[in-house]
């Protein structure tokens, strides 16, 4: 059943991106005067299609739903009726065919804008900036953070929540700099405190950046509040109260860090140490294998304690007046499109490691964690990855939209289009270099799977 819903939340997410993908190459080439011949969701055999509208364009969705095309008239890849030469595409100014080509990614980007849009005006619960745990011997206790603080702004911009904190820090982190936080502390003061990102390298990337520092966000505490008699974690002599200190060699500062040990560890014979009043105490269990959907995990049979209300004080329905959120949509897609940008750079350059790629098994995997999550969420991931496939298309990759533009750009500046013979072999470039990154993303996928 899950397996079910994640590949029908999968299909969504492709149907709704890759439609208003192609449909911004239509709309444009219509209002151009450009004639349409094709406007095919998929690729290879068509499963259906119809006809419609004065060209009798016909519109297909076809047998391989990983992406789609709309096929003008051109003399490039049929005759032209001489009374239609006006309306094939090859006939059109560079700047018209640079319109049809960018509408695209454009019309990708604007879908994000509209879906924060209307997120922003229903009102979105954001978890607010409150610090959980900082280990002691982490940069962050170092710089002077602790338990409780609320992080206010990031280098002078105002954060009211975590995923903005998230955003801020990632931003100046791949660039290596230094990032000063205006914190209010448990006493209501507004202090600062500065880190410094310089020293970071690839695998300090790969993973959470802000945890890696000692940052995280206020959640469950590792507090012991149910115990099962018949499980393993009594069978070991945990008792209620116990604070979870680690597991293994796993540092352990919020309930989720001991979840995911556990869940890791089936049949393997932990070292797990508490704290019990004063002292510390290490015992050793081994938790038990279950089947879960599927899926062999570990269980020692406990529950955390949890404060509700002050759980529910975590969280701030974030909601703005239709202006507000139009301008809040439009920067928050402008953030992430430059943030992507700046990741595919860095992946170019070496300072990042491309294991931040993705590709379609990710994204059907949390595609599927987000339908399940609720509708708001999936909208939210719909709008990241819309952008992502905008920002993607845009990259000066011959096949790709971005390759176009780099053709006609050049265009422009000779005066005349670029010779056949080197058309011809960008497109070879580009197919090889396209295949590697799918590849490439295949294999990051296949790991990560792996990895659980």
């Known amino acids: 059943m899950q397996l079910l819903q994640t590949l029908l939340a999968f299909g969504v997410v492709l149907g709704i991106l890759i439609t208003f993908h192609e449909f911004g190459h239509y709309w444009v080439a219509r209002r151009c005067g450009i004639k349409v011949l094709r406007f095919s969701i998929g690729?290879?055999?068509?499963?259906?299609?119809?006809?419609?509208?004065?060209?009798?364009?016909?519109?297909?969705?076809?047998?391989?739903?990983?992406?789609?095309?709309?096929?003008?008239?051109?003399?490039?890849?049929?005759?032209?009726?001489?009374?239609?030469?006006?309306?094939?595409?090859?006939?059109?100014?560079?700047?018209?065919?640079?319109?049809?080509?960018?509408?695209?990614?454009?019309?990708?980007?604007?879908?994000?804008?509209?879906?924060?849009?209307?997120?922003?005006?229903?009102?979105?619960?954001?978890?607010?900036?409150?610090?959980?745990?900082?280990?002691?011997?982490?940069?962050?206790?170092?710089?002077?953070f602790h338990a409780g603080d609320t992080i206010r702004a990031v280098n002078g911009e105002p954060t009211s929540t975590w995923q903005e904190v998230r955003l801020a820090v990632m931003e100046q982190a791949v660039e290596g700099r230094q990032v000063v936080f205006e914190v209010r502390n448990a006493a209501h003061e507004r202090v600062r405190r500065t880190l410094d990102f310089a020293g970071l390298g690839k695998a300090d990337l790969d993973s959470d950046v802000l945890q890696g520092i000692g940052l995280s966000v206020l959640r469950h505490q590792p507090v012991l509040a149910l115990i099962d008699a018949k499980g393993e974690a009594a069978r070991a002599g945990l008792r209620k109260g116990d604070r979870l200190i680690s597991i293994g060699s796993q540092p352990i500062h919020q309930w989720e860090d001991a979840v995911k040990v556990i869940r890791q560890s089936p049949a393997t014979p932990l070292a797990v140490t508490v704290q019990r009043g004063q002292q510390q105490l290490t015992l050793s269990l081994i938790p038990e294998a279950v089947s879960e959907k599927g899926v062999v995990i570990g269980k020692i049979g406990v529950a955390p304690e949890i404060d509700r209300a002050a759980y529910q004080a975590l969280f701030e329905d974030v909601r703005y007046g239709p202006v507000d959120a139009f301008i809040q949509a439009m920067r928050k897609t402008g953030n992430n499109v430059a943030m992507s940008l700046r990741m595919f750079w860095k992946m170019l350059t070496g300072d990042v490691s491309v294991k931040n790629l993705s590709g379609p098994v990710t994204i059907a995997d949390y595609a599927g964690q987000a339908a399940r999550m609720g509708l708001n969420t999936f909208v939210e991931f719909l709008a990241w990855v819309s952008i992502s496939l905008g920002v993607l298309n845009l990259l000066p990759v011959p096949l790709l939209d971005g390759g176009h533009l780099m053709y006609?750009?050049?265009?422009?500046?000779?005066?005349?289009?670029?010779?056949?013979?080197?058309?011809?072999?960008?497109?070879?470039?580009?197919?090889?270099?396209?295949?590697?990154?799918?590849?490439?993303?295949?294999?990051?996928?296949?790991?990560?799977?792996?990895?659980?």
């Not at 010779?419 to 990560?448: K, S, T």
Request: glycine share 8%; proline share 7%; net charge neutral.
């Open 43 to 144: 690729f290879g055999k068509p499963l259906w299609s119809t006809r419609r509208g004065a060209d009798q364009t016909e519109w297909v969705i076809a047998a391989l739903p990983l992406g789609g095309y709309v096929k003008m008239l051109d003399e490039r890849e049929a005759p032209v009726e001489a009374h239609e030469l006006h309306r094939a595409f090859n006939r059109q100014s560079v700047l018209k065919r640079m319109l049809v080509v960018v509408a695209g990614p454009v019309a990708n980007l604007l879908l994000a804008v509209v879906l924060f849009w209307a997120l922003f005006m229903v009102g979105v619960p954001e978890v607010k900036p409150v610090l959980g745990d900082v280990p002691f011997n982490s940069p962050a206790a170092s710089a002077g």
């Open 408 to 452: 006609y750009t050049a265009e422009l500046v000779r005066g005349r289009p670029m010779p056949d013979r080197v058309v011809e072999a960008g497109q070879h470039i580009g197919m090889a270099l396209l295949l590697c990154l799918m590849l490439l993303a295949f294999y990051n996928d296949i790991n990560r799977l792996l990895a659980g």
